[in-house]
Structures are given as structure tokens and as C-alpha cells.
């Protein structure tokens, strides 16, 4: 079984940072792209970051400058520095990936959501 796990979600004050992690676990044959997406109370969930496997990345306008994604292929792992805290960063951030597993087909999974609060 494939599962996704993110970390280091927590309080933040504007201007300052966080760094979240997110690792996949399991039955795994290859990873394709690994991204964040964030999702606010009554919104759709909107993609921040994305990184592929050759290290070509995606940001959101909201974020450009001031987040950058980041991949360990051998761990399987996906980072989400985030530098210059906006309030509106307020979200629960939720990893994603494309995973080939072992047995079965490839599709996208999600980690449980990581709660990120920004306080002006």
C-alpha cells in the first residue's frame, strides 16, 4: 500500500518561514511528478508547486519568489520552503504524486493535509 505523509505544518508569523516535507511509503515501482497544493475553507484546492522528475518546476503567481519545491528521488521525499509568509498562505497543504506502485497502475495519491496558519 502507498501512502503519502507531510510534515512540518504549524504557526507561522508573516515574513517568516516554514519548510514542509511530505514522504511516500510503500509498494513503490517510480515516482513521476510530486507537487503541494493548498486548500482554504470553502475553495477548491489550488495547486502551489509541482517539480517533475527532471526537476522542471511549476508556482503558482501567489507564491513565485517567494516558495520553491524541492525532490529527493532517492527518499521519495517533496519539500516546500516557504520564505516571506503571507496571512493569505493560511491553508492546509496537501502533498501529491503520481506513483507507478508495484502492483497495479499508475495514479495520483495525496497525503493527509497538513494544517499552515500564518499570523499577521
Known amino acids: 500500500q502507498v501512502q503519502l505523509v507531510e510534515s512540518g505544518g504549524g504557526l507561522g508569523q508573516a515574513g517568516g518561514s516554514l519548510r514542509l516535507s511530505c514522504v511516500a511509503s510503500g509498494r513503490i515501482q517510480r515516482i513521476s511528478a510530486m507537487a503541494w497544493y493548498r486548500q482554504v475553507p470553502g475553495k477548491e484546492r489550488d495547486l502551489v508547486a509541482s517539480?517533475?522528475?527532471?526537476?522542471?518546476?511549476t508556482y503558482s503567481d501567489s507564491v513565485k519568489g517567494r516558495f520553491t519545491i524541492s525532490r529527493d528521488n532517492a527518499l521519495n521525499t517533496v519539500h516546500l520552503q516557504m520564505n516571506s509568509l503571507k496571512p493569505e498562505d493560511t491553508a492546509v497543504y496537501y502533498c501529491n504524486a503520481g506513483i507507478f506502485p508495484l502492483a497495479g497502475t499508475w495514479r495520483g495519491y495525496w497525503g493527509q493535509g497538513t494544517q499552515v496558519t500564518v499570523s499577521s
Open positions: 517539480m517533475t522528475t527532471s526537476g522542471d518546476t
